[in-house]
């Protein structure tokens, strides 16, 4: 995605928000900006989507994916501080009904541009039919999701316990071993399960 434009209506929304003193707006779109590139991650990681009807909170959402990427590869794609953050801005965003301090406006964007930053592979266009027989599209989000209804050959792949590193990996740790554990994350993936 190119996020130029992004930025561009982001720094005018900043330029009117200073004008007004009016923050309110500024949050609301930090939390939509954040929620719509979460959304993105799990989808190309064959997650589904943060449901929002049930209002599943960011950091339920981030738990989920981390909860995932945990028990089928080993990995913890959000590190445990910016979870705890997350979590403590959503509750005054709830609480306060998006009327936050400053500080938290931008620790939310701070947070949103560390996770801009993650190289996630897109698994949802390297699955090849014949590995993973699903009949509709939904499926494919589902396939990783705790409790959800899988093929035989779906079940296996997402169930097996594959062993990456002994120890957990925290992408976010800093850019060059993010960039370093993204490679590797994606070039197994693609020799363990996408290789005919």
Known sequence: MNYSLVDSKLKSLIRVCKKTG??????VVSFILTSNLLDEIGIKLGIRPRDKDSDETIFRYMSLINSIL??????????????????????????????????????????????RKLDVPNLHETFKNELIELHDEAQLYEFMSPGSHRSAKSTNLALQNIDV????????????????SNEILKEFLIKRFFEA
């Open 165 to 180: 590193e002994p120890r957990d990996i925290d992408i976010l740790t800093n850019k060059d071993g993010a960039l370093k």
């Open 70 to 115: 945990k028990k089928n590869l080993k990995i913890l794609l959000f590190k445990e501080d910016i979870m705890t953050t997350v979590k403590e801005i959503e509750i005054q965003f709830i609480k306060r009904k998006a009327d936050i301090p400053s500080d938290y406006i931008k620790e939310m964007y701070d947070i949103y541009y560390d996770i």
């Open 22 to 27: 009016n923050y309110k707006k500024l949050a």
